[in-house]
Structures are given as structure tokens and as C-alpha cells.
T-cell receptor
Framework: DTAVSQTPKYLVTQMGNDKSIKCEQN?????MYWYKQDSKKFLKIMFS???????INETVPNRFSPKSPDKAHLNLHINSLELGDSAVYFC?????????????FGPGTRLTVL | GDSVTQMEGPVTLSEEAFLTINCTYT??????LFWYVQYPGEGLQLLLK?????DKGSNKGFEATYRKETTSFHLEKGSVQVSDSAVYFC??????????????FGQGTILTVHP
């Protein structure tokens, strides 16, 4: 069974559309994250949820809205998509927020905005 | 805030060559340090980690030692294989202040190994 799964794997859409990416983890972890990887492979944290509560919210446009219906799921909804949103989005989870806690990553969702 | 700096890539080596990818960091407190690997078309996989000074992480022939005095966590492998071709990311997990719990990545180093 995949530990951290994301759907869809690929997403191609037009500018201005609204789309969602789903993430699920079956590791029983309390904390989940979204990371964005740009075209130069640079990875940056976007959000983190712990027990369904938002704990990290980097300077991300408010068009991006994470939603955590339960501890095992963290979805990312993006409104009014822009060309610059094209990237690979990775979901991750960890048992806790502490420094030594391992983060497990999903396979990524490649978003292309045309 | 926390930051991680990796050596510029891409790095191109012949099979069985020695590999070093330099990584230095700045951070508050005592972060944990990681190397992640991303194979072509795939997600991130944890390669190795170290949680305190002088710890050595190792996996699949790769090693890295947490050096607090030089704030470094260089990745090494004695003999690379074609299958090691990937992007390697150095990362730290913040231990203090606003960086607590955040995984901060270096810019990634592309490694290509030729037969």
C-alpha cells in the first residue's frame, strides 16, 4: 500500500480555472504538508496541518486554500489558476512536527496551466 | 530564517567515480539534517538523515556526517553507479522559532553518471 498518495498525478488546465489536488496518507501521522517544486527543482513549503489545524502558512497567495477533512487527508484547492502556478506539488506527512520527525513524500502532482 | 546551500550542479561523473556533494546550512538551534533523492519522474525519497552533531547517516553506500562546527552535511559515495543518476536535495528540519518543524531544502544538485 502506498504510504502517501496524491491524485491526480498530472493536471493540465486553462488559466482562470479552479482545481483541486487530493492527498491521503495511511501512516497514521498527525501532520501533513504541501510543498511546491518549481521548474528549477526548488522546493518550498506552502502549508502544514497538525491534527486538522493549520500550523504553517507561508506567503502563499490566498487563491490557494488547503482543507483537511480529517488527519489522513490534506487537499489543496487552487482558484483562478495562473501560468505561474505551473509546478509539481508534493504532499508529505510526518508523525509530529518536531525537528527529527521524518517526512514522507507523495509522488507529486504535475500541474500545467495553459 | 533557516537556509541550505548546496554545491552548484549539474555534476557529471563516470561510473565508479567518487562523489561529493557539498551542503552547508544556517539555522536556529539544533536542526535535523537530511538528504533526499528524486529519481527522474518520481517523488522524493529519504536517502539518509542525522539528528545531532557528529551523527553519520548512511544508506545505499551514501554517507553524510553532521558537522556542527562547519555547519555542513556533505554527501559522499565511494563508487557511483549509473542508477544513482538523480537530483539530490540537502534539507534541514527547523528546530527553533518560526522555522520549527519546517523542512527547508537546498536548491538540488543534478547528478548524471555515465557508463
Amino acid at each position: 500500500d502506498t504510504a502517501v498518495s496524491q491524485t491526480p498525478k498530472y493536471l493540465v488546465t486553462q488559466m482562470g480555472n479552479d482545481k483541486s489536488i487530493k492527498c491521503e496518507q495511511n501512516l497514521g501521522h498527525d501532520t501533513m504538508y504541501w510543498y511546491k517544486q518549481d521548474s528549477k527543482k526548488f522546493l518550498k513549503i506552502m502549508f502544514s496541518y497538525n491534527n486538522k489545524e493549520l500550523i504553517i502558512n507561508e506567503t502563499v497567495p490566498n487563491r490557494f486554500s488547503p482543507k483537511s477533512p480529517d488527519k489522513a487527508h490534506l487537499n489543496l484547492h487552487i482558484n483562478s489558476l495562473e501560468l505561474g502556478d505551473s509546478a509539481v506539488y508534493f504532499c508529505a506527512s510526518s508523525q509530529e512536527v518536531t525537528s527529527g520527525s521524518l517526512k514522507y513524500f507523495g509522488p507529486g502532482t504535475r500541474l500545467t496551466v495553459l | 530564517g533557516d537556509s541550505v546551500t548546496q554545491m552548484e550542479g549539474p555534476v557529471t561523473l563516470s561510473e565508479e567515480a567518487f562523489l561529493t556533494i557539498n551542503c552547508t546550512y544556517t539555522a536556529t538551534g539544533y536542526p535535523s539534517l537530511f538528504w533526499y533523492v528524486q529519481y527522474p519522474g518520481e517523488g522524493l525519497q529519504l536517502l539518509l538523515k542525522a539528528t545531532k552533531a557528529d551523527d553519520k547517516g548512511s544508506n545505499k553506500g551514501f554517507e553524510a556526517t553532521y558537522r556542527k562546527e562547519t555547519t555542513s552535511f556533505h554527501l559522499e559515495k565511494g563508487s557511483v553507479q549509473v542508477s544513482d543518476s538523480a537530483v539530490y536535495f540537502c534539507a534541514l528540519n527547523g528546530a527553533g522559532g518560526t522555522s520549527y518543524g519546517k523542512l527547508t531544502f537546498g536548491q538540488g544538485t543534478i547528478l548524471t553518471v555515465h557508463p
